[in-house]
T-cell receptor, first 115, second 113 residues
């Protein structure tokens, strides 16, 4: 099993460009999450999907959109990239959601630089 | 808003010493508290977690304690080894946004031999 797979691993964009970060999990998990990690800031939740067909905002949703394409896939889109969105982005999944007291499994991350 | 505070931000110990990292949380309804270890350039990986109906949990050299009254929980690593060097994150489940983990800002642990 691959677990949680993120693509691409690295990306450089110019300000104003758009792009979609892809995430797929093969563990049959119901819940999926997108975080960003900045130095000294820990992991901050951008959006999550508690189950297929639902998405909700996290702590820092501005400038992002998400799509839960199916049970396996959860994508994050930057419509007009800004330098403040330079970060490492992690996707995670869990079987039934955090309030079911289950851990989240993380992907390897996407390192995104916006010039 | 709801938050998790983690201390210290950096911790340096000698090999064989113990290390303790502390976190406090604000949401009294929080009931799940995982700890993650992240090595440089790698993904966060779960090392231990505790649920609100338990006061302490141990796994070999790692233990976590929870005080729900005071709303704080701690990670204890005994007999530290150089391979324990990493960034450690605590997290707590929060009602905000319906269902989510809120993470502390991390503790960089350095174990010198």
């Amino acid at each position: 099993n691959a677990g949680v797979t993120q693509t691409p691993k690295f990306q450089v964009l110019k300000t104003g460009q758009s792009m979609t970060l892809q995430c797929a999990q093969d563990m049959n998990h119901n819940s999926m999450y997108w975080y960003r990690q900045d130095p000294g800031m820990g992991l901050r939740l951008i959006y999550y999907s508690a189950s297929e067909g639902t998405t909700d905002k996290g702590e820092v949703p501005n400038g992002y959109n998400v799509s839960r394409l199916n049970k396996r896939e959860f994508s994050l889109r930057l419509e007009s990239a800004a330098p403040s969105q330079t970060s490492v982005y992690f996707c995670a999944s869990s079987p039934l959601g955090v309030m079911a007291n289950q851990p989240q499994h993380f992907g390897d991350g996407t390192r995104l630089s916006i010039l | 808003g709801e938050n998790v505070e983690q201390h210290p931000s950096t911790l340096s110990v000698q090999e064989g010493d113990s290390a303790v990292i502390k976190c406090t949380y604000s949401d009294s309804a929080s009931n799940y508290f995982p700890w993650y270890k992240q090595e440089l350039g790698k993904r966060p990986q779960l090392i231990i977690d505790i649920r609100s109906n338990v006061g302490e949990k141990k796994d070999q050299r790692i233990a976590v304690t929870l005080n729900k009254t005071a709303k704080h929980f701690s990670l204890h690593i005994t007999e530290t080894q150089p391979e324990d060097s990493a960034v450690y994150f605590c997290a707590a489940s929060m009602r905000q946004a319906g269902t989510a983990l809120i993470f502390g800002k991390g503790t960089t642990l350095s174990v010198s031999s």
